[in-house]
């Protein structure tokens, strides 16, 4: 269709017979999962999961209430001290395992994941993929961790650093990669030895009973429970129990706040990985076209519901036209469709009816604003929540398409003179979760990243990730790490014990 703004002609392309995605065979059982099985909710209320291409219900799972999660959480109690007690080497093993169960049903995984959010199947594919990786990591990393040596640090006592459990770990997950930040989460919680209950998405909760499906018969019973339902019930019940010793939350700001007021009566640890508005900064000497080529992937994956996306350009004004003419040609190639209407399609819809009418909102005001469409602009005709993949430009300072995370298939592009200045309006955000520099000039790169106030800086690519590096952001983007030996850590406690050996 040709968008609001008359720019381009975006056609949402069709799968043939979208009923071969899933089968009823795929779908999980469609209520809790509590010590080692799965049991039906304490209320007979339900909420339907629905297919964002077609607007469809595909499932109806259980709405969670809070002696749901009492029971889960009691479930947990019970199992952390044996799951606490085997050897690293055995729960290695375990999630070494875990990981051979989702590799090996990587196909089924992955089209469940499209059903439910809409994704490409590339990109499905893509997350189960680095969900197992996640957990070849974590059941390796956690059989080499350190600290600092043993030793007299006062006279005739011998120090031993001890690394313990923390115990229960509430878990709330996110609709964006449902299955991918279960993993994040999941991976290095029972690596250092928790156990712990998790409440996905109500909008996308079937991977995450797939996966607690998939391992029931691995995990000994109350190790990893599920419990389904909203936030404002059933995570909130997660964050205030006193029996969970910390909660993680990856989600918006709002319930990050959220997450954290309710956890400080009991003096819980919180680890929030919350939202992102990444500045791509491109100075005059960067390679603009593969800058460009880029953004395609980094800008748009995910339709770009992805908290980490390059989704605010801020580009030298003497080379913005000629980058602003690269990117919409870049753009314009994209391929927007349902996840079977063929292995090349790159966009798929938002999320949800609540999502794209959000997305939607912020194109039409921006168009208010007299922020100029360089491409797309609005929203493409249905079914299913589907948005064009859009270019703003000349976006002045401080407009609100720019400071805020709009979470969809967006990307803003503001100017700037001078180093100082993309810096300072680089980092007048409120969140810190990522961005990058593009720059050929070696001591420029160093310094510009060093400057701005984000958690991960990219140069000269955006939204590489590695199980290996630490993934969090700062400020509004909250704090703890996903990935890497610092997530071992954010989900261990340290203890110190001295020994007088004076004799």
Same mark, same amino acid.
């Not at 923390?166 to 690596?191: E, F, Q, R, S």
């Not at 602003?324 to 994209?334: A, F, I, N, T, Y």
């Not at 592009?413 to 955000?429: G, M």
């Given at each position: ?11 949402? +392309? ?16 469609? +209520? ?25 219900v595909i499932a109806r799972i259980p709405e969670g209430t809070a002696e749901d999660i009492d029971r889960a959480v009691a479930a947990a109690v019970a199992a952390k001290g044996q ?421």
């Amino acid at each position: 269709m040709t968008t609001a703004a008359g720019l381009t002609t975006v056609t949402i +392309r069709r799968a043939a017979d979208t009923s071969a995605l899933i089968t009823a065979a795929d779908l999980p059982p469609a +209520r809790h999962f509590v010590d080692g099985t799965f049991v039906e909710g304490s209320a007979d209320r339900v909420i339907d999961v629905v297919d964002p291409c077609t607007e469809s219900v595909i499932a109806r799972i259980p709405e969670g209430t809070a002696e749901d999660i009492d029971r889960a959480v009691a479930a947990a109690v019970a199992a952390k001290g044996q799951w606490a007690r085997l050897l690293p080497k055995e729960r290695s093993e375990l999630l070494h395992t875990i990981a051979d169960r989702l590799a090996a049903n990587t196909e089924l995984l992955s089209k469940l994941e499209s059903a439910n959010t809409g994704k490409p199947l590339a990109v499905s594919t893509d997350d189960v993929g680095q969900a197992v990786d996640t957990f070849r990591f974590m059941a390796g990393a956690l059989r080499a961790t350190t600290s600092m040596a043993a030793g007299d640090y006062a006279e005739n006592h011998l120090s031993v650093i001890l690394r313990e459990p923390l115990g229960v770990v509430g878990v709330v997950t996110p609709w964006n990669y449902p299955l991918l930040m279960a993993a994040w989460k999941i991976a290095p919680i029972l690596a250092a030895g928790n156990t712990l209950v998790i409440k996905p998405s109500e909008q996308t909760p079937l991977t995450t009973l797939k996966f607690a499906e998939l391992v029931a018969d691995l995990l000994p019973p109350g190790v990893l429970n599920v419990v389904n339902g909203y936030g404002a019930v059933v995570g909130a019940r997660l964050a205030e129990h006193p029996d969970v010793n910390m909660i993680a939350l990856t989600g918006s700001v709002a319930s990050g706040r959220a997450v954290a007021r309710a956890a400080a009566d009991s003096l819980k640890r919180v680890h929030l990985e919350l939202g992102g508005k990444a500045p791509v900064v491109i100075f005059p000497d960067a390679d603009l076209a593969a800058a460009a080529s880029s953004l395609r992937v980094a800008g748009f994956w995910n339709s770009g519901q992805e908290c980490g996306a390059a989704c605010r350009v801020l580009v030298h004004a003497s080379v913005a036209a000629q980058f602003v003419d690269q990117l919409v040609s870049e753009v314009r190639k994209l391929v927007v469709g349902e996840p079977l209407a063929g292995e090349d399609v790159e966009v798929g819809p938002m999320v949800s009816k609540a999502h794209f009418d959000r997305v939607t909102g912020y194109l039409e005001r921006a168009k208010k604003e007299d922020v100029r469409v360089a491409t797309g602009g609005g929203a493409l005709d249905g079914p299913g929540y589907f948005v064009a993949p859009t270019v703003l430009a000349d976006v002045p300072e401080g407009a609100e398409a720019a400071r805020e995370e709009i979470f969809g298939p967006v990307i803003t592009v503001e100017t700037f003179t001078d180093e100082d200045e993309a810096v300072r309006r680089a980092n007048d955000v409120p969140l810190g979760l990522s961005a990058s520099v593009w720059t050929e000039n070696a001591r420029r790169s160093h310094d510009i990243a060093a400057r701005l106030d984000f958690g991960t800086v990219w140069v000269n690519s955006h939204l590489v990730l590695a199980s290996e590096v630490p993934w969090g952001g700062f400020k509004g983007s909250g704090y703890g790490r996903d990935l890497s030996v610092y997530a071992l850590d954010d989900y261990a406690r340290t203890k110190h014990v001295m020994h007088n050996h004076g004799r």
